[in-house]
């Protein structure tokens, strides 16, 4: 077998089991509805707890949390929460560090609020 042959095997072995296996990141991880929901609920209740119980998050509860006004869900997902919004809310102090909790948000508005300090975690 000449020499060429030799090395291309390998290679190819390699890139065929690259795509034959899955990616383990978290967002291929099966995600376990009930207890998604659970540590999403309590989670958004801690943030509304560090701000003192603001009368502005009032219709935060017990109940589900994605019918919440300013959250909102991954459809599907069991109650993973991608999005808040604080927009004109008139929120005040510092930003609470439970926010840092939830691992799937990818939007969070919180302009026009009169939030102190910076993002918690985050260095200067």
């Known amino acids: 077998m000449p020499q060429s042959r030799v090395l291309l095997l390998p290679i190819v072995a390699l ?5 034959l296996l899955p990616a383990r990141t978290d967002a291929a991880r ?3 509805p ?6 999403e609920l309590h989670t958004l209740l801690a943030i509304k707890n560090e701000w003192g119980n603001p009368m502005q998050l009032a219709s935060w509860n017990t109940t589900d949390h994605c019918s919440w006004t300013g959250v909102t869900c991954v459809a599907r997902s069991g109650g993973l929460i991608k999005g808040i919004s604080f927009k004109v809310v008139n929120l005040a102090g510092s930003f609470p560090p439970s926010m840092c909790n ?3 948000l990818t ?7 009169k939030l102190t300090d910076r993002f918690p975690g985050i260095p200067l």
Do not use: C, M, V, W
Not at 34 to 39: G, L, V, Y
């Open 107 to 113: 939007q969070l508005d919180i302009s026009h609020n």
């Open 34 to 39: 009930e207890r998604t929901t659970t540590i």
């Open 15 to 19: 890139l065929t089991a690259g795509f």
């Open 30 to 32: 099966p995600l376990r």
């Open 102 to 104: 939830l691992k799937y």
